[in-house]
Structure formats: C-alpha cells, structure tokens
C-alpha cells in the first residue's frame, strides 16, 4: 500500500525540525563550555556510577560517574589515591553516547574490574580522598573543582560504607610515571611538614636513596591552595 505523499512530508518535516532541535541544543551546551555543561548536566539521570576494584586492594584506581543528556553522555573519571594524594588526575567531557560507549566505558570495563557505587558513596569516596590529602597540605588535581560538579546535589551524607584512606594508619606515597623527582619532592615535602619524618611511608622511583627530604631545596615548596571543598 502507497503512504500517503503528505503524510510522508509530514513525517520527513517533523524529524528534520527533531534534528534541528537537538542541533541547536547542543550547539547550546557546546557554547556554555565545559564547566557550563557539566553544570547543566548535575541534575541529569545517572547513567553509570563505578571504581576500579584497585582502589581497594591497591589504593590507586578510576571512579567514574556518568548522566544521560539526550543522546550524549557527561562524564567525568577521577583518579583516586586513597592512600595519599587524593584525586590525581581528571578525565571529563560531554561526548555522544555511542562514542561514550566505545572510547570510555568499554575501554575500563577491559582494563580493570569495574564495581557498581551508589552515587552517593561515589561522592563520600572522592570527597573523602581529597579532604584527607589536605590534610598533609596535598591539593588535588587542578581540574578537580570543574570535575566535582558533575555531583550536582548527590547527598554524600546519605552513604552508610564508612572509607579508610592512607595505608596503616599513615599516608603512603607511591611515585607514578609522571611523578618526577622535583613533583615527588614537592609532595614529601608536605608530608614531611605535616606528619614528620617518621608519619609516612613512601615508594620512589627505582628506591632512588636521595629521595629524600634532606635532598629538598628551599624552592620546591609546595603551592598553597585554597581548601577545594569549600
């Protein structure tokens, strides 16, 4: 049976003036920036809340948390050292779901053993990890205070689990592939200042005997930063 001309037309125009919409929508968010969007984003659907089990049994390992946006996805992947540093890293955008799917969730999904976190736990572990690196006058990554907005109003005080940060009751640094000997002195330093010789552990590259606090210059002194929580 023929469709009817008109009603084809109409069909063809409503979908066009669909496109067009969502065109314009997220031409919208795209002109916001990142820091608009992510904010736009905070009352949005959950659409994955995760962690790398390593956090657990090694102290290092990605949160992720995702909201759905039409057909896009904003997301933002923390880097939490639950042993010392807090949040070390940030990974965040606003990308179509179905490049979401395949450059980002797929790929952690291979790489590590992803946990399913009620998002308000999600936010108490993140929180909780930047607030104990401040502690020892630690900051968290630079791009955190953009990153944490995708919590929108997630009540992290709603979160029952009860997390333990540092290892044996002490911080515990351990040097990563980026972490060069002026970044791995800055962060003793702090640790140093804050707990003593003795209140913390410690791991640098190679076990290298002059990465030391002895071995600090007076210009490696480690920037102060306002409290990122507040």
């Not at 956090?55 to 948390?65: E, S």
């Not at 639950?82 to 952690?108: I, S, T, W």
């Not at 140093?192 to 209140?199: K, L």
Request: charged share 30%; hydrophobic share 35%; aromatic share 8%.
């Amino acid at each position: 049976m023929t469709q009817d001309p008109r009603k084809r037309q109409r069909k063809l125009e409503k979908r066009k003036a669909k496109q067009k919409a969502e065109r314009r929508e997220l031409a919208r968010r795209q002109s916001q920036g990142l820091v608009g969007q992510l904010r736009s984003a905070s009352a949005a659907p959950i659409l994955h809340c995760m962690a790398a089990a390593t956090i657990w049994d090694q102290g290092l390992g990605n949160v992720l948390i995702s909201r759905q946006l039409g057909g896009n996805v904003a997301f933002v992947v923390f880097l939490v050292d639950r042993y010392c540093l807090g949040v070390k890293d940030v990974f965040m955008n606003v990308v179509p779901r179905a490049r979401y799917d395949r450059d980002l969730y797929d790929k952690l999904d291979e790489q590590t053993t992803l946990i399913s976190l009620k998002p308000e736990c999600a936010r108490k572990l993140v929180e909780g990890a930047v607030a104990n690196a401040f502690r020892f006058g630690l900051p968290p990554h630079s791009d955190y205070r953009t990153a944490k907005l995708i919590f929108g109003d997630i009540d992290a005080e709603a979160c029952t689990e009860q997390y333990v940060y540092g290892k044996d009751g002490k911080p515990f640094f351990v040097a990563g592939p980026n972490d060069g000997p002026a970044r791995c002195q800055q962060i003793m330093r702090a640790l140093e200042d804050h707990t003593g010789p003795a209140g913390y552990h410690f791991i640098t590259p190679l076990n290298d005997p002059e990465m030391n606090i002895e071995a600090l210059a007076d210009d490696d002194e480690f920037s102060e930063e306002d409290d990122p929580l507040e």
